[in-house]
C-alpha cells in the first residue's frame, strides 16, 4: 500500500467524483501490470489464508446456490452494460464512429478503401467485414447511432452464450456458469471491446465459434463452420487467424487433417469474397493502406505491456497442463494449448504496433476459459484442494476484477456524460436545417469526442470527406496530406464544416507516440480552409463554417 | 514430449538468453536514463530490427513461460516445491537462475535502477 493508494482510498469513501479519479488512476496504474497485480494478490491471499487458519477459525464454501446467483448477477451486469451503451446516443471509442461511418459508405455503394490519390482520407487496415458488418445492419434497420451499434452488442452478448455452451460441454452447470461469469468480467477488462462495433468484438465472437465449430462430432460440419469463422476473421484483420490458432489445433486433434482439407478452400473463400464479389471493395487499395501501416514500426513500451496481459491471460490456463480429461479430450486439451500459446506470442508481438496494444488479447478469452472449463472436472483431488489454487483462484478474480471496475467506473461517467450533450440531436437539427447541402466534422485539438457523433452527418449526407484517426495512420507511415485533399477545401466540396466549439479548425494533433503533438492538417491545407470558408454559426455543441463561395447563404 | 521439450529448451537457451539479455539491457538503460515511455527510440521504427528486438522479449518470456509449463507438467502440481522442481527441472539450473537474473533486471522497478544509475554517475543522473 503506497500513500496515494491510502489517500485515493480515502477520497473514494469522501465522494463519487474522486472515485472516478481514483478508476482512472487504478487504470492506468495496475491495470496496465495484471499480472503482476495477480501475483501481488496471490501472495497476500495466501499470507491471509495461513493466518485464518492459524486463528482455528474453519472455511465455510460458498453454497451452491450463493454460486450460481454470484454468476447470473455477473453475467446479468455485463449485458446491462452492454445494453446500456447501446441506447446511448454516442460512442466511446475513436474507432467506433469511424467504422459506422465506413460502414455507411459501403452500403451506399462507396468504397471502402478509396485509393491513395483520392480526396477523401478515411480508408484503414481493418478487413472488410468489420465494415460491412455494421454496414448489412445499417441496410436492415436504417441509418442511425444505434443501428451501427447493434452488431458489436449482438456479438459481445453472442459471445458469452458460446462460452457458456462451450463451457457446459466439458462441465457441470454450476462450474460452466462460473466459467462464463468470469470470463464475462475478464471482457470487461478488455475497455468493453467486446461489445463496441470494431472488429475485436467480432473476432472474439468468431473466435469462440470457431471453438464451438471445433468440438462438433462431425468432421465435416467442424470443418466448415472453422473455415467459416476463420475466413472472417481474416477479413476482420490480417492477424484474425491467429484467434483461431486454438480451434484449429482442436480439429486437426479430433478429425485429422481431412478436416483442414475442407475448411482451407472455405476460409480462402470466405476472405476473398468481399473483393470478388462487390465492386466498392477493392484488394489492391486494401492492400495499399496495409503496407502503409506495416512500415510504423513497433512501440516496445506496448510491447511490455502485451506481455504482462499475455502471462495473465494464461493464469487460468494453468490447470489444464496438468488435468487429464478422459479420452479425446486430452487430445483436444494439448492440441488447444500449443494453439493458445502459440497465438499468444504471435498477437503480443503484432500488437505492439503503434495504436495496438494489449486489448488484442480479448479475442483469447473463450480458449482460455475453455481450457480452464475442460480441466476442472479431471484435475486431481491435492491439486484443486492445494494451497496455490486456492490462493490463485481467488487472487485472478479479484485482479480482474479490480481493472473491470475501475474500467466500467470511467466507462459509465465518461459515456453518460458525454450522451447528456445530445450530440446526435445537435447534429442532426443542423442536417434537417439545411438538407440537401453538403457538410462534414471537421477536428479540432481538444474535445475529439465531440467528433464521434460525426456518422450522422455521414448519414445525411452520403460523403465522408476526412477522418481523423486515418489521417493519424497516415501521418505516422510518413504520407502528406495528397493534393486532392487539399484542393476539395478550395474548390469547397463540402459546403459546411462544423468544429468542436472551443478551439480553432482543423487544429487536431497526433496522438500516436512517433508523431505526438505533431499538427493532423497541414499549414497549407489550414491556408485554404481559412481562405475559403468563415464562420456563419454555432449550435449548441458545435462552430458552423461555410464556403464563403456558397450560391446559398447561410439561413438559419 | 517432456524429454524433446527440455531438450529444445537447453538448446535454445544459449541464444536466446543472450538476445534476452542485450534486449533487456538496452529496455533498461532507456527506462533508466530517458523515461520508460519512449524505449529504444530510433531502432524502433527500422522494421526488421524493431521486429527482432519485440521476438527476442517475447522469446525470452516464452522459454521462461515452458519452463514453468515443463515442470508443472512433471511433477503435477501449479507450484511445486522446490525439491520436486529442482528434480523435475530438464535445463541446468545456471541457465535458468541466468534467465531469472535477466527478467529480475527487466522487472525490478526503475525507481531502483535509476538509485543506482545516480549513485554511479551514468547517464548524467
Known amino acids: 500500500l503506497r500513500p496515494q493508494a491510502v489517500a485515493h482510498l480515502l477520497f473514494v469513501i469522501m465522494s463519487w467524483q474522486s472515485f472516478e479519479t481514483t478508476a482512472w488512476w487504478f487504470r492506468l496504474t495496475y491495470g496496465t501490470r495484471p499480472f503482476w497485480l495477480f501475483l501481488g494478490l496471490t501472495i497476500a491471499l495466501s499470507i491471509l489464508r495461513a493466518a485464518w487458519r492459524r486463528s482455528g477459525v474453519r472455511a465455510f464454501p460458498l453454497p451452491t446456490a450463493a454460486r450460481v446467483g454470484l454468476a447470473g448477477l455477473v453475467i446479468a451486469s455485463y449485458a446491462a452494460v452492454a445494453i446500456w451503451y447501446l441506447r446511448l446516443d454516442g460512442f466511446f471509442d475513436h474507432a467506433e464512429p469511424t467504422i459506422a461511418a465506413v460502414a455507411w459508405l459501403f452500403h451506399i455503394g462507396k468504397p471502402i478503401y478509396h485509393a491513395a490519390d483520392s480526396a477523401e482520407r478515411y480508408a484503414h487496415i481493418y478487413g472488410p467485414f468489420a465494415f460491412m458488418i455494421p454496414g448489412s445492419f445499417l441496410a436492415w434497420f436504417g441509418p442511425g447511432l444505434v443501428q451501427a451499434k447493434l ?297 475529439a469526442h465531440l467528433t464521434f457523433a460525426r456518422p450522422v452527418l455521414v448519414f445525411r449526407t452520403g460523403s465522408y470527406p476526412l477522418d481523423a484517426p486515418a489521417i493519424q495512420e497516415e501521418q505516422l507511415a510518413g504520407l502528406a496530406l495528397p493534393a486532392a485533399t487539399i484542393r476539395a477545401m478550395a474548390d469547397c466540396t463540402t459546403e459546411f464544416w462544423l468544429f468542436p466549439k472551443v478551439d480553432l479548425p482543423f487544429t487536431a494533433t497526433s496522438i500516436y507516440p512517433f508523431t505526438a503533438g505533431d499538427p493532423l492538417f497541414p499549414d497549407e491545407f489550414r491556408q485554404m480552409f481559412a481562405a475559403h470558408y468563415h464562420r456563419v454559426d454555432d449550435t449548441a455543441n458545435f462552430q458552423v463554417w461555410q464556403c464563403r463561395d456558397s450560391r446559398q447563404a447561410f439561413a438559419r | 514430449v517432456t524429454a524433446r521439450a527440455w531438450r529444445t529448451l537447453r538448446v535454445t537457451w544459449w541464444p536466446i538468453c543472450v538476445a534476452f539479455a542485450l534486449v533487456v539491457a538496452a529496455l533498461t538503460r532507456d527506462r533508466v536514463c530517458f523515461g520508460g515511455y519512449h524505449l529504444l527510440a530510433g531502432l524502433d521504427q527500422q522494421i526488421a530490427l524493431a521486429w527482432g528486438v519485440a521476438i527476442t522479449y517475447v522469446l525470452g518470456h516464452a522459454w521462461l513461460v515452458a519452463v514453468y509449463a515443463c515442470v508443472v507438467v512433471e511433477t503435477g502440481d501449479v507450484i511445486p516445491s522446490s525439491r520436486a522442481a529442482a528434480n523435475a527441472l530438464g535445463v541446468a539450473s545456471w541457465q535458468l537462475a541466468l534467465m531469472l537474473l535477466v527478467a529480475l533486471v527487466e522487472y525490478a522497478p526503475a525507481v531502483l535502477w535509476r538509485g543506482l544509475a545516480r549513485a554511479a554517475g551514468w547517464c548524467g543522473l
Not at chain 1, 386 to 401: D, T, Y
Open chain 1, 151 to 447: 452488431p458489436g452488442t449482438i456479438a459481445g452478448l453472442a459471445t458469452v452464450v458460446v462460452v457458456y455452451r462451450l463451457a457446459r460441454s466439458v462441465t457441470t452447470t454450476v462450474n460452466a456458469l462460473t466459467i462464463t461469469a468470469v470470463f464475462a468480467i475478464a471482457a470487461l477488462a478488455f475497455r468493453n471491446l467486446a461489445f463496441w462495433v470494431r472488429p475485436d468484438s467480432f473476432l472474439m465472437c468468431c473466435a469462440a465459434v470457431a471453438l464451438l465449430g471445433a468440438t462438433g462430432r462431425h468432421w465435416a460440419v467442424s470443418g466448415i463452420v472453422v473455415g467459416l469463422a476463420c475466413g472472417v476473421m481474416v477479413d476482420l484483420k490480417l492477424t484474425g487467424p491467429l484467434y483461431a490458432l486454438p480451434a484449429l489445433g482442436m480439429v486437426i486433434a479430433t478429425h485429422g487433417w481431412r478436416a483442414i482439407v475442407l475448411l482451407t478452400p472455405i476460409a480462402i473463400a470466405t476472405a476473398l469474397s468481399p473483393f470478388l464479389l462487390f465492386d466498392n471493395v477493392s484488394f489492391a487499395n486494401f492492400w495499399h493502406w496495409f503496407e502503409v501501416s506495416a512500415q510504423n514500426g513497433l512501440w516496445f513500451h506496448t510491447l511490455r505491456q502485451n506481455v504482462d496481459w499475455a502471462l495473465f491471460l494464461l493464469v487460468p490456463v494453468v490447470p489444464a497442463l496438468i488435468a487429464r480429461p478422459a479420452g479425446h479430450l486430452d487430445r483436444i486439451r494439448r492440441a488447444a494449448l500449443v494453439g493458445l500459446a502459440l497465438g499468444v506470442v504471435a498477437v503480443s508481438i503484432a500488437a505492439a504496433k503503434p495504436g495496438a496494444g494489449p486489448d488484442h488479447m480479448m479475442p483469447f478469452l473463450p480458449a482460455a476459459f475453455y481450457l480452464t472449463a475442460l480441466s476442472l472436472g479431471s484435475l486431481a483431488v491435492s491439486v484443486g484442494q492445494s494451497a496455490a489454487i486456492r490462493a490463485g483462484v481467488p487472487a485472478f478474480v479479484m485482479a480482474v476484477l479490480a481493472i473491470a471496475l475501475a474500467q466500467q467506473v470511467f466507462f459509465i461517467t465518461w459515456s453518460a456524460r458525454v450522451a447528456g450533450l445530445h450530440l446526435s440531436d445537435d447534429l442532426a437539427g443542423f442536417a434537417d436545417a439545411h438538407p440537401g447541402r453538403t457538410m462534414a466534422m471537421g477536428f479540432t485539438r481538444v474535445d
